[in-house]
């Protein structure tokens, strides 16, 4: 999973436009306590992803992050002793001791685990539609060689990648087979490894030809802002004011403990609608996207 | 004369840890606008001068370093290679670790950032050079994504971002196909010609660049053994350093024919002007012979290697073969040639059972050693002897070297040790497969692969060359099949397919008029030409 640009609003945006976007979303899911509110923060990032053209990509650490949601659930209804409604009565079970399970801490589990998925799913979103180039420009006002040191990580992962694809092929092809098991594997690991180690050396090169030794701290961009990276900012900024508003003022109440309560379901739907529109208006504009 | 702008002057070089000076006391000096060719032998000091040139040698790779190098008047002693870039752009081998940056936009705005550009500098820098390279479309597209070719014309746009008075370039097409490598030249040429940037050029294959350029130095163990126009050096050439020699040079040699042209335009002319002219009419291309047949049940049973109707059809992608059906006698030398995509190396898995057929099915009457393009990737251990046994070494010549770190050895031995590794078997291989084994190889190189090829054909085992190489395939093939979107489209004796083709010709071919393949029998036509001309 990788940044690769695409025709989207998303990928049309600036990075710190785009960056900020995804951000909110996920303080948003970190602030939400109410089930509607964060079903809604899942579904306007899957919607996002849609529009941004990287749902696949998305979707795929969704569905890899879902059954670890569960194991968040699980965990907590088995160690978190709060809640009346009880479920049932497991007994003396070490290590945990008296387990009693509550419906409680059964549903706050299972938002906590909804709360993980909408973060991965949002950092997902920001790592396959998000320019990192763009964003390592921003860091280099801030420190030249931490951002190059950054970018040559980026770059590498998929150049060693495909190293060890290569390798692996070649040990397939030895006249022994090249072994099998943990020792082959090392084998390759060993050799993609002492490849990586030429490959810096021959970037370290490269590096200096390009000037990096006298290189400077960058100078602000006069670039001109899209209606994508106004739209992305404004969207961020009204989502981030959302979320405060929504602290300060209990707009859709939730409390788990010691028994369920929950504020309305129309103020909680009405604050899930205001997220959901306000994220996904910028996805609206499609001009100058390509 | 107009100024130096690269000055070397009695430079001798070093590097830490080796024995033996890798420049001996070598001046050059190469004027503003100059197209300078640098040829010679494999590790012969071609490399280390670019690197001198370029700053890196010494701050980069330390070592003992006499004399001066004077880059556009900065003193390498003085200034590192940051500081000469402003003025040398640098390109070398392998496009990959070169390109740093994750989309084409950042790359080529790295070296202009570096040196301090303001934003609209940089994007106007960028857009030049992009324009200038082909490469605009590309802007936006991730590195990752781009192909060897692709890759390569974008370090070299980062290169030339600043507008270098000079571009020092080490084998820049030694990683890539010949449209790519050809396309790079031209690149080079139109910005010698038209923006007179200087361009030091260290290339093994003369043939591609000796018509561009206004001079060849030649580096023979670390010292300057001729300095001359092309013409001068292939003359000197001839006699002094054979397989310096680009084909229609050897076969003008051989006939006796002098001055030696630098290219077949060239060589054209000085035939017609001798009363020779070598029209189509009497080429080796024997027409319909070359279209492609399917095997008889008979060939496939006593084939070394047969496919029957291969289809490979990539998961949501495009399909790489097409109902391939082909059989390959033992003892066979069959070339597979094709543009990149065309199906050679897919091919080649398939034979080697890396790949399973979508349909169709792939049979062998024994074990198929495969070579894939980079010998590197075979060397997994810390000594040469761990690698193959020793009897596998001694065929391929390298028993001596059992204590060697593999990675110490030459690129031709490397290449020779993977050799030894995919056939360290107690039986014989029923096939041999290479994947492009002639990349970034000399031509003395090559010939010995080519004899030991042959010599493996001999004994009985069907060798499988996959390569862009026509004047190689020429040499180790009596059988070239070309490929095109996953299908043989031509499929026949060497001298017919090669002949007769306009891309896929040898140099000989397309002087000769596809009467010749190779220099020697291309001598021998012109020689019986020059007796039938009045």
């Known amino acids: 999973m990788r940044y690769r640009r695409r025709a989207s609003p998303l990928h049309a945006a600036r990075a710190a436009a785009g960056g900020a976007w995804c951000a909110a979303l996920a303080a948003a899911a970190l602030a939400a306590e109410h089930p509607i509110v964060l079903v809604a923060l899942a579904l306007t990032v899957l919607a996002g992803a849609a529009g941004a053209g990287v749902l696949r990509e998305v979707a795929r650490t969704a569905a890899w992050m879902a059954p670890w949601a569960l194991v968040v659930a699980l965990v907590n209804v088995l160690v978190v002793r709060e809640g009346l409604t009880v479920l049932a ?74 190293d060890a694809r290569r390798i692996e092929e070649a040990r397939r092809c030895r006249a022994d087979g090249g ?101 996904l208006a910028p996805l609206v504009a499609r001009r100058g996207i390509a | 004369m107009s100024a130096p702008v690269l000055e070397l002057e009695r430079v001798t070089y070093t590097y830490a840890g080796a024995e033996v000076p890798s420049l001996r006391d070598v001046s050059l000096s190469v004027a503003e606008g100059e197209f300078v060719v640098l040829a010679g032998r494999s590790a012969g000091g071609k490399s280390t001068m670019l690197r001198a040139a370029s700053g890196l040698v010494p701050h980069f790779h330390g070592g003992t370093f006499a004399g001066h190098v004077r880059v556009g008047g900065l003193d390498t002693r003085e200034h590192g290679p940051a500081e000469v870039a402003r003025i040398a752009g640098s390109l070398f081998q392998d496009p990959e670790s070169q390109v740093v940056l994750t989309t084409v936009r950042a790359e080529l705005a790295f070296p202009l950032e570096n040196r301090g550009h303001g934003p609209a500098a940089v994007a106007r820098g960028v857009e030049e050079a992009a324009l200038a390279l082909g490469i605009a479309p590309l802007l936006d597209r991730a590195t990752t994504e781009l192909s060897g070719g692709e ?65 060849v130095v030649v580096l023979a163990d670390g010292a300057i053994a001729c300095d001359a126009p092309p ?20 076969m003008f040699h051989g006939a006796g024919i002098t001055p030696p042209p630098t290219g077949v335009k060239e060589a054209r002319r000085a035939l017609r002007a001798r009363g020779i002219d070598l029209d189509a009419e009497g080429a080796l291309d024997a027409g319909d012979t070359t279209a492609p047949r399917h095997p008889k049940r008979r060939e496939r049973r006593a084939a070394a290697l047969a496919f029957d109707g291969v289809w490979h059809e990539r998961r949501g992608g495009a399909t790489v073969l097409r109902g391939v059906d082909l059989a390959v006698a033992p003892g066979e030398r069959v070339a597979l040639m094709g543009r990149n995509g065309a199906g050679k190396s897919t091919m080649l898995r398939h034979a080697a059972g890396l790949m399973a057929p979508t349909r169709g099915k792939v049979t062998t009457n024994g ?36 204590d060697r770190h593999p990675h110490d050895l030459s690129g031709g031995q490397r290449q020779r040790l993977a050799l030894a590794i995919v056939l360290d078997s107690p039986g ?49 093939a009596d059988r070239v099949i070309l ?52």
Request: aromatic share 6%; glycine share 8%; charged share 20%.
């Open chain 2, 483 to 534: 490929l095109a979107d996953g299908r043989p489209i031509a499929d026949g004796p060497a001298t017919s397919v090669l002949a007769g083709g306009w891309y896929f010709a040898t140099e000989t071919a397309r002087v000769t008029g596809g009467r010749a393949l190779l220099p020697d029998a291309g001598a021998a036509v012109l020689r019986a030409q020059e007796v039938v001309a009045p």
């Open chain 1, 179 to 279: 072994g099998e098991g943990a020792a082959a594997r090392m084998a390759v690991l060993r050799a993609v490894a002492g490849g990586a180690l030429d490959r810096a050396l021959d970037v370290a090169a490269t590096l200096e030809v390009r000037g990096y030794g006298t290189a400077r701290r960058g100078r602000v961009g006069a670039r001109p802002w899209s209606r994508h990276d106004l739209a992305f900012a404004a969207s961020a900024i009204a989502i981030a004011a959302l979320t405060v508003a929504a602290r300060v003022v209990p707009i859709a109440p939730f409390a788990p403990y010691p028994v369920i309560a929950s504020g309305g379901a129309a103020s909680a739907s009405v604050l899930a609608a205001a997220f959901a529109l306000i994220a």
């Open chain 1, 89 to 162: 009565r497991l007994g003396e079970i070490p290590p945990f001791g008296q387990v009693d399970l509550t419906l409680e801490a059964l549903v706050y589990g299972a938002l906590f685990g909804l709360r993980l998925l909408v973060v991965a799913s949002a950092f997902a979103l920001f790592t396959v539609a998000v320019d990192p180039d763009d964003l390592l420009r921003l860091m280099r006002r801030a420190s030249v060689r931490s951002a190059l040191a950054a970018t040559l990580a980026t770059r590498l992962v998929p150049v060693l990648a495909s």
């Open chain 2, 231 to 250: 013409p001068e050096f292939l003359a000197w050439a001839a006699g002094a350093s054979p397989e310096l020699q680009t084909p229609v040079a050897r």
């Open chain 2, 428 to 476: 014989p291989a029923a096939v041999i497969g290479l994947d492009e084994p002639t990349r970034g190889m000399d031509r003395a190189a090559k010939a010995t692969l080519a004899d030991r090829l042959n010599a493996f054909a001999a004994g009985g085992t069907a060798v499988i060359v996959a390569t862009h190489d026509p004047e190689f395939a020429a040499e180790v």
């Open chain 2, 151 to 215: 890759l390569q014309r974008v370090a070299l746009g980062a290169a030339l971002a600043g507008r270098p008075r000079l571009v020092l370039l080490d084998e820049p097409t030694s990683q890539l196909d010949p449209v790519a490598g050809d396309e790079l030249i031209w690149l080079l040429r139109r910005l010698n010609e038209e923006w007179g940037t200087t361009i030091v050029l260290a290339e093994h294959r003369l043939e591609r660049c000796l018509p561009a350029a206004d001079r």
């Open chain 2, 367 to 402: 074990r198929v050693a495969l070579l894939l393009q980079d010998p590197n990737d075979y060397l997994l251990h810390e000594h040469v002897g761990e690698e193959a046994s020793a009897t596998a070494l001694a065929a391929v010549g390298l028993e001596h070297l059992v």
